[in-house]
């Protein structure tokens, strides 16, 4: 059983900047495939960003990609997301996700319950 929590949401005004972490327990860091998704009012979640346990990044929608850097620190068990010049598109509650690498089951993996990112016109 994986444990995720997750810390660093708030509000900010645009063109600031928030960092997000992600704290893992539960079971062996390094071989997590780790996830950013994001719900906004009324949409359905998407994904932000992706780090693998092999260390491949995948962000995106393509809007994100200059202002979003996904990081992870195996040895802390923790992943980050450093978000700049954020915009009030960018409000969303901010999941972390976490599956095993080696688990090719039908299945979305591990959620943690969010932590909320307001962004001030």
């Known amino acids: 059983q994986v444990h995720l929590m997750e810390s660093g949401g708030g509000l900010v005004q645009a063109g600031g900047s928030l960092r997000l972490s992600c704290a893992s327990s539960g079971h062996d860091f390094s071989r997590l495939d780790m996830s950013w998704y994001r719900q906004s009012p009324g949409k359905e979640r998407e994904l932000v960003a992706r780090?693998?346990?092999?260390?491949?990044?995948?962000i995106q929608p393509d809007s994100m990609k200059d202002r979003f850097t996904i990081s992870r620190d195996n040895a802390a068990n923790t992943m980050n997301l450093q978000m700049n010049n954020l915009q009030p598109e960018d409000t969303a509650v901010y999941y972390c996700?976490?599956?095993?690498?080696?688990?090719?089951?039908?299945?979305?993996?591990?959620w943690g319950q969010g932590t909320r990112v307001t962004v001030s016109s």
């Open positions: 780090i693998t346990a092999q260390g491949v990044i995948t």
């Open positions: 996700n976490a599956k095993d690498t080696f688990d090719f089951g039908p299945w979305d993996g591990y």
